[in-house]
């Protein structure tokens, strides 16, 4: 306390002008310090209020040694001021006087409790569902409902855990890294870059973090080198996939990993600027919004689509070696599921389960904000008016709902190419398709039996934990990919009786409309 009085009066020897603060605001830090040390209460109770009256200035030692008051006094430090609140609400629970914390504007408590949950490794369980995902209201009222819940919604919000600083001094330095604020990344192309290079990539690995960072950029443009190093993380599953491919070029799984690659290097070609140089430089196309909903199934667009489709179903033993009829009703049965999963996969990784967006393997999107923009869209392409509400009910809101279903659990499960192959090839080889013959459905069995050996082979040879458990989660899947297909079929049969919009009656078949 002898030390503290010391200090007061040589900065007011010194006079005003080497004070950060007033004489008044000296005098309670004093009270605070004394009654730190004589009631037993801790020092954070002068950074806080110092915080709270001088934001303008590092509050990372204000209570120690006479040099710490020199520094204060004597010049500012090095970390950045901290901005004004932001006006929105927060988030994860909506509540006001938010500002930017972990990339994505949230209120204090959400932010706190983000930080002790990533800090403390803390693990929660919902009480609604043992297996995790987001199911209890999450708001100003019940944020503190279901602590599972609340964190699974601050992740999907894009708050980043690699900015949580473990076992944090209160007094330590916060420094920022130099290279944080050198550049500035451009919001709108950062988020149609990260699509494009996901839905039409086949050089490289899926990215498991670019789900959010079109969230995380839309709030905080200025991080850029933490999203870089974020897009820079390929899955480490994924990479070796790679290289186990000269090593087992006999498993299923990494063959078909690499056929859907080729795939999607031949889909580029296709969508991409119709230029030579173009097509040779590997120019992806610009994502764009969706002319209207029924585009893609346009003769022009679906017979691109299954062409493709079936070159990819030809380079997975042992389809081609089936009979005519029994590819055929293979590829009846897998290419509606094929399509929704596909969907959904490249949405999660495009980021649209953070932007409320649909992509679509051409490149475009639906943007489940705008649902008056299918209806506009519709409507030009027919003579007669489609009724907005109609619309609305059958495809806005089902997408909806297929988004949170499928491309949520598939970012939970931090689903990559691996697991988006094999869950396709337990889809293909369905003995129970309809009109498959008897030594089809034996030769598909044995093609299924191999699937799974040479899943769990491939984790095993890859080092990847929990194989079970990421086989397990992969699977669960399957329901829903069945619920969304029997709605699609549902919605496509009053597109075909009223006539919404024009398609390719090749499509008929596919849904089983023609029976």
């Keep these: ?150 964190f699974q919604k601050c992740l999907l919000m894009g708050m980043n855990p690699e900015s949580v600083q473990l076992y944090r001094d209160t007094y330590g330095s916060k420094g920022v890294s130099p290279s944080r604020n050198e550049r500035c990344l451009d919001q709108q192309g950062t988020v149609h870059g990260l699509a494009e290079e996901r839905i039409f990539s086949a050089e490289s690995p899926p990215l498991m973090l670019k789900t959010y960072v079109a969230e995380q950029m839309s709030v905080h443009p200025h991080s850029s080198s933490c999203f870089e190093r974020r897009l820079g993380d390929v899955s480490l599953m994924s990479m070796k996939c790679e290289l186990s491919v000269g090593h087992s070029p006999g498993n299923m799984i990494v063959l078909m990993v690499r056929s859907y690659q080729q795939m999607l290097e031949r889909r580029r070609l296709v969508y991409c600027p119709g230029s030579i140089r173009d097509i040779l430089n590997g120019t992806k196309p610009a994502v764009r919004p969706a002319c209207y909903y029924g585009e893609r199934v346009r003769r022009d667009r679906l017979r691109v689509d299954i062409a493709l489709l079936v070159e990819f179903l030809n380079s997975i033993n042992p389809f081609p070696s089936l009979d005519l009829d029994d590819k055929a009703a293979l590829i009846k049965r897998f290419s509606v599921p094929f399509a929704i999963l596909e969907k959904y996969y490249i949405t999660m990784c495009a980021g649209g389960l953070q932007t409320n967006r649909i992509f679509h393997s051409d490149g475009t999107y639906s943007d489940l904000n705008d649902p008056d923009s299918i209806t506009t869209g519709a409507n030009k392409v027919r003579s007669g ?111 075909q009786i009223f006539d919404l919009f024009q398609y390719d009656k090749i499509l008929d078949e596919l849904m089983y409309l023609d029976d």
């Design 1 to 150: 306390m002898v030390i503290v009085i010391s200090i007061v009066i040589s900065f007011t020897n010194k006079g005003d002008a080497y004070l950060p603060f007033s004489r008044r605001q000296l005098i309670t830090l004093i009270f605070f310090s004394w009654r730190a040390m004589a009631g037993g209460h801790h020092q954070s109770d002068v950074v806080a209020h110092r915080r709270n009256n001088h934001p303008e200035y590092s509050t990372s030692s204000i209570v120690g040694s006479k040099e710490s008051f020199k520094n204060v006094a004597g010049k500012k430090f090095s970390r950045k001021c901290r901005k004004t609140p932001i006006n929105g609400s927060c988030a994860v629970c909506e509540g006001p006087r938010s500002s930017v914390h972990f990339g994505v504007i949230s209120c204090a408590a959400c932010s706190a409790f983000f930080r002790r949950t990533v800090s403390e490794n803390r693990k929660y369980s919902c009480r609604r569902s043992s297996e995790g995902g987001f199911n209890c209201p999450i708001d100003q009222q019940h944020r503190c409902y279901c602590r599972s819940c609340r």
């Design 385 to 495: 008016s489609v009724d907005r509400d109609t619309l609305n009910k059958l495809f806005v809101q089902s997408l909806k709902d297929f988004l949170l279903e499928l491309s949520a659990p598939m970012y939970y499960n931090k689903m990559s190419d691996v697991e988006f192959c094999a869950l396709n090839a337990v889809l293909l080889f369905d003995q129970a398709a309809p009109g498959l013959s008897e030594n089809g459905c034996r030769i598909v069995r044995e093609a299924r039996d191999r699937v799974y050996n040479d899943w769990f082979e491939l984790y095993r040879k890859t080092g990847v934990r929990d194989i079970g458990q990421r086989v397990g989660n992969t699977m669960l899947l399957l329901p829903a990919v069945q619920t969304i297909v029997e709605t699609t079929q549902e919605n496509f049969r009053l597109i």
